[in-house]
Nanobody, 121 residues
Framework: VQLQASGGGLVQAGDSLRLSCEAS????????VGWFRQAAGKEREFVAA????????YYASSVKGRFTISRERAKNSVYLQMNSLKPEDTAIYFC???????????????WGQGTQVTVSS
């Protein structure tokens, strides 16, 4: 499975942005897609994840209530709606996929190329 992330950009604090992650093929029901981010000089961190079949979602505490992950199976796509963005949300955002839910990068064998999100104050 190949994943392609898109939708990043430069926004102001308080604005919204929606990221997309498109898979190259239809994924099986137990597949999990996660979003991670990596700020300059920092380690890659978990943001959110969704189970493709059930739609169950998981969030990091830092984004819960502001970010929403969703999926559209007909388009083999997962979205990350980001509201009330803060300067500390600035990072490269990656989507990743695998057969089980994890909050660490090595738990996902499939990765997209990343999309830059910059939030100005």
């Amino acid at each position: 499975v190949q994943l392609q992330a898109s939708g990043g950009g430069l926004v102001q604090a308080g604005d919204s942005l929606r990221l997309s992650c498109e898979a190259s093929e239809r994924t099986y029901s137990s597949y999990v897609v996660g979003w991670f981010r990596q700020a300059a000089g920092k380690e890659r961190e978990f943001v959110a994840a969704i189970r493709i079949g059930s739609g169950a979602t998981y969030y990091a505490s830092s984004v819960k209530g502001r970010f929403t992950i969703s999926r559209e199976r007909a388009k083999n796509s997962v979205y990350l709606q980001m509201n009330s963005l803060k300067p500390e949300d600035t990072a490269i955002y990656f989507c990743a996929g695998g057969s089980s839910y994890a909050t660490y990068p090595s738990g996902y064998p499939h990765w997209g190329q990343g999309t830059q999100v910059t939030v100005s104050s």
